[in-house]
T-cell receptor, first 115, second 109 residues
């Protein structure tokens, strides 16, 4: 079974530029998550989708971050404009369902450096 | 504010020893608990999940849960240098996973 796919793996941009990340979840997984992981910290949830609907985006900085999940499969996360503090690894994860016992599996992540 | 606390380490153990990693959480309502392993420069990898009080064993790994004390731990028996990584404790609150900052484990030969 193929895992969660993400691209690009690395991205370097200047502050105030825009960037987009792509995620393809494990086949059949209804729930998709975007996390931000800053060096030395645990992943922090940015947004979670159930199929193509947003379940929780309470920690998404909506003035600069946006995300969508078209047709309930692939998802993109965009940052516009980027700030220096956005330098982090952006992780996508998926699970079969959203309810408590379903386990989340992570993709390889995208390492973003903002200069 | 839901919190998950872990000692950042590093926890250093000799090869062959038992490594004990601990995690406490703030909300008694939590029902699901997970341990992820994260190698440097890699993404988190799920290694254990536990949902009820007691012990759950999988190979060299044992997860222990005590809901009354709001405490979950991970034991790694016969530790190997390849176990050297950061171990993240994650607790599910109303379908949202909250991670601790992780404990760095170093297994030396």
């Amino acid at each position: 079974e193929a895992g969660v796919a993400q691209s690009p793996r690395y991205k370097i941009i200047e502050k105030r530029q825009s960037v987009a990340f792509w995620c393809n979840p494990i086949s059949g997984h209804a729930t998709l998550y975007w996390y931000q992981q800053i060096l030395g910290q645990g992943p922090k949830l940015l947004i979670q989708f159930q199929n193509n609907g947003v379940v929780d985006d309470s920690q998404l900085p909506k003035d600069r971050f946006s995300a969508e999940r078209l047709k309930g499969v692939d998802s993109t996360l965009k940052i516009q404009p980027a700030k220096l503090e956005d330098s982090a690894v952006y992780l996508c994860a998926s699970s079969l369902m959203i309810t408590s016992s379903y386990e989340q599996y992570f993709g390889p992540g995208t390492r973003l450096t903002v200069t | 504010q839901k919190e998950v606390e872990q000692n950042s380490g590093p926890l250093s153990v000799p090869e062959g020893a038992i490594a004990s990693l601990n995690c406490t959480y703030s909300d008694r309502v939590s029902q699901s608990f997970f341990w992820y392993r994260q190698y440097s420069g890699k993404s988190p990898e799920l290694i254990m999940s536990i949902y009820s009080n007691g012990d759950k064993e999988d190979g060299r790994f044992t997860a222990q849960l005590n809901k009354a004390s709001q405490y979950v731990s991970l034991l790694i028996r016969d530790s190997q240098p390849s176990d050297s990584a950061t171990y993240l404790c994650a607790v599910k609150y109303t379908d949202k996973l909250i991670f601790g900052t992780g404990t760095r484990l170093q297994v030396f030969p």
